[in-house]
């Protein structure tokens, strides 16, 4: 199972941008899946998850200007990110929870999301 992300970018603050995560492989094994952002030097910070059947839990911090949707015909997610401030630039990672034998952890490999003038 791999998780790639696109998207992402440069935006000013009050923009929009959008990040995407497609699954390939088994990806029936993925349940469900969201978004983590770390900054340098800091701890990796959750932003979002939705499950396969698309209910959706936010940082409470984030719930008002970022929505996670999943495409299960494709295994893709989507944040969308709106009214975004400085302090929204990060690395986004894209995460799934994997059942195997033993439930497993999967992550993308990032992608960076700047906010500036």
């Known amino acids: 199972v791999q998780l790639v992300e696109s998207g992402g970018g440069w935006v000013q603050p009050g923009g929009s941008l959008r990040v995407s995560c497609a699954a390939s492989g088994e990806t029936f094994r993925i349940a469900d899946m969201g978004w983590y952002r770390q900054t340098p030097g800091h701890q990796r910070e959750w932003v979002a998850a939705i499950t396969r059947g698309r209910i959706a839990i936010y940082s409470e911090s984030l719930k008002d200007r970022f929505t996670i949707s999943r495409h299960n015909t494709n295994d893709t997610i989507i944040l969308e990110m709106s009214s975004l401030r400085p302090e929204d630039t990060a690395a986004y990672y894209c995460?799934?929870?994997?059942?195997?034998?033993?439930?497993?952890?999967?992550w993308g490999q990032g992608i960076q999301v700047t906010v500036s003038p």
């Open positions: 995460w799934g929870r994997a059942h195997f034998a033993t439930v497993r952890d999967i």
